[in-house]
């Protein structure tokens, strides 16, 4: 069982769309939860992190966590061709030995049609 | 300007050859990790480092090795003995706050 997985996508939204990406992680002591952007043939850009159950806003994005259901996810509002890349979730997985390092999933692709 | 860098960006190794991958950063962040990633797959941990001379292999090491003799600095070396070197190697550094990490460029790997 993979400890963090994403739907590969690819998954489109129309310009101006909410485009919602899902993850879902296996250790129930996890407590970090990060999402990353990757455009193509570059490095990961850290969006946003969160730790606490609910929504966390920043911008146009919103991270949400349901500790219970060990799930977090990525809503993009009003999205913009210039958000198609893949979103990289990534969760601090404590059965790994340590707590300073992150296991991530495959990535969803977003594409975003003008 | 802080950040990360990773040198070169593209590399060539032929058969047989060992390559040293270059990441400095100047954050003054602790902690140093290596990642590869493959075509269409997420992050893999190679080797990671929470304090200087220190270092501890994560999921896939076999085949690479490292070294974290100052705090700015952590090479990773592809040996001969990685069958299957082709990828994109990223290297992160996380600071004191909690698990958050940062990507340097990364180096794009090539066996010719």
């Known amino acids: 069982q993979k400890e963090v997985e994403q739907n590969s996508g690819p998954l489109s939204v129309p310009e101006g769309a909410i485009a919602s990406l899902n993850c879902t992680y296996s250790?129930?002591?996890?407590?970090?939860f990060f999402w990353y952007r990757q455009y193509s043939g570059k490095s990961p850009e850290l969006i946003m992190f969160i730790y606490s159950n609910g929504d966390k806003e920043d911008g146009r994005f919103t991270a949400q966590l349901n500790k219970a259901s060990q799930y977090v996810s990525l809503l993009i509002r009003d999205s913009q061709p210039s958000d198609s890349a893949t979103y990289l979730c990534?969760?601090?997985?404590?059965?790994?030995?340590?707590?300073?390092?992150?296991?991530f999933g495959s990535g969803t692709q977003l594409t975003v049609l003008p | 300007d802080g950040g990360i860098t990773q040198s070169p960006k593209y590399l060539f190794r032929k058969e047989g050859q060992n390559v040293t991958l270059s990441c400095e950063q100047n954050?003054?962040?602790?902690?140093m990790y290596w990642y590869r990633q493959d075509p269409g797959q997420g992050l893999r941990l190679i080797y990671y480092?929470?304090?200087?001379?220190?270092?501890q292999k994560g999921d896939i090491a076999e085949g690479y090795s490292v070294s974290r003799e100052k705090k700015e600095s952590f090479p990773l070396t592809v040996t001969s003995a990685q069958k299957n070197p082709t990828a994109f190697y990223l290297c992160a550094s996380s600071g004191t706050g909690p698990d958050t990490q940062y990507f340097g460029p990364g180096t794009r790997l090539t066996v010719l």
């Open positions: 990534a969760v601090n997985i404590f059965s790994s030995g340590s707590a300073r390092q992150l296991t």
């Open positions: 480092s929470q304090i200087v001379n220190d270092f």
């Open positions: 250790d129930r002591g996890s407590q970090s």
């Open positions: 954050l003054n962040h602790d902690a």
